[in-house]
């Protein structure tokens, strides 16, 4: 198995130390673990896209403005 190192801020050592029971390698490798399948998962959906980067750009776009006004709704 392959050792990787990872540097957290004092503050977030200060709290992982408070919970000393968790293994905290175990939940790094989860955590990792997880987000290279949603990675894997993104990469396949969009495998065979046809969108530019300007396309994906203006789609952002819309759909921050859309949430924008969604949550000014709202208020």
Request: charged share 35%; net charge negative.
């Given at each position: 198995?392959?050792?990787?190192?990872?540097?957290?801020?004092?503050?977030l050592?200060?709290?992982m130390d408070r919970?000393?029971?968790i293994n905290w390698s175990a939940v790094a490798r989860e955590a990792i673990a997880e987000?290279?399948?949603a990675l894997k998962l993104l990469e396949s959906i969009t495998?065979?896209?046809?969108?530019?980067?300007?396309?994906?750009?203006?789609l952002g776009t819309k759909i921050k403005?859309?949430?924008?006004?969604?949550?000014?709704?709202?208020?």
């Open positions: 198995m392959a050792t990787v190192t990872l540097a957290v801020s004092d503050e050592k200060h709290e919970f000393s029971v987000k290279i399948n495998m065979d896209s046809k969108l530019t980067e300007k396309d994906i750009e203006e403005e859309g949430i924008a006004r969604a949550h000014a709704k709202r208020a």
